[in-house]
């Protein structure tokens, strides 16, 4: 069965510090991975898509990583921020799936002052 | 970017009536659109698959008869959650996907909060 799974649950940190957000997934017949931004009770905002073929995207101080292998991506927060406090979710494109989207589980980030 | 729009953002509504929530593309053609479900705490879980001018695809153990989706044209997409009952209150999620990019992101509607009395 091809399952998404984030550690951890959720994460505490102060602000300032970088963090680390883990992704796996069961099956590395992946056509893209996407993460994602949730503010509690709001849709989602796309942060990063990492195609098949890549081993990384960046977008500011987001930098996410794609190991098909292991089956794993991870999402590093460079110097968090308290606005950086949200519920962040990966996405899986399975090959051969069409366009659905297999969401993890979610990791609850809160950035305290 | 695309946009997708959906309203309403949140509904409250009795038991037994029936509540359609709209997802729309703005500035693309979307040949296929996504609703998801999310319930406290947990992910976004797929309902089903709407195709244009198709009927739609549901997951397992997503009632068909309960939960209506029409996607009449390339722009709109609509979810009528037939009879609510407060099991159904959740968060619904659309999402839209445009032609012939299968590598472009897809994008999501801002979510409907449902709250059945």
Redesign the interface.
Known sequence: KQEVTQIPAALSVPEGENLVLNCSFTDSAIYNLQWFRQDPGKGLTSLLLIQSSQREQTSGRLNASLDKSSGRSTLYIAASQPGDSATYLCAVRWAGGGNKLTFGTGTQLKVEL | GAVVS?HPSWVICKSGTSVKIECRSLDFQAT?M?W?RQFPK?????MA?SNEGSKATYEQGVEKDKFLINHASLTLSTLTVTSAHPEDSS?Y?C?A?GQGR??E???????T?LSVL
């Open positions: 959906q296929t996504f998801y947990q992910s976004l879980m797929l698959t968060f999620i999402s996907h299968p590598n992101k897809l994008f999501f509607g801002s979510g909060q």
